[in-house]
Nanobody
Framework: QVQLVESGGGLVQAGGSLRLSCAAS????????MAWFRQAPGKERDFVAS????????IYADSVKGRFTISRDNPKNTVYLQMSSLKPEDTAVYYC?????????????WGQGTQVTVSS
């Protein structure tokens, strides 16, 4: 069992940056693919980015490619999402997830989410 806790969300102006963190406990994340998803009000939860167990492979949604960077620090049991050039449409609750395959949309463990609000 892996427990995931996101942090780093907040209110930022369009064009600004934020870094989200996802701290894991219970088990080491080195054996898990990790991902970020987001859910805007009234919309379904969408995939944002994922990273393989070693960190050597990543996938991004087209909407964030070139602006967001996912990374992981396995010794610290933490995953990050660096978000730059933020847009109002990036406003959502961001969730961290752990699973077996980074190229799969099915994840087994989820955090509680952190709110990101981008003002225009």
């Amino acid at each position: 069992q892996v427990q995931l806790v996101e942090s780093g969300g907040g209110l930022v102006q369009a064009g600004g940056s934020l870094r989200l963190s996802c701290a894991a406990s219970g088990r080491t994340i080195s054996s898990y693919a990790m991902a970020w998803f987001r859910q805007a009000p009234g919309k379904e939860r969408d995939f944002v980015a994922s990273i393989s167990q070693s960190g050597g492979s990543t996938i991004y949604a087209d909407s964030v490619k070139g602006r967001f960077t996912i990374s992981r620090d396995n010794p610290k049991n933490t995953v990050y999402l660096q978000m730059s050039s933020l847009k109002p449409e990036d406003t959502a609750v961001y969730y961290c997830a752990a699973g077996s395959m980074y190229y799969n949309l099915k994840y087994d463990y989820w955090g509680q989410g952190t709110q990101v609000t981008v003002s225009s």
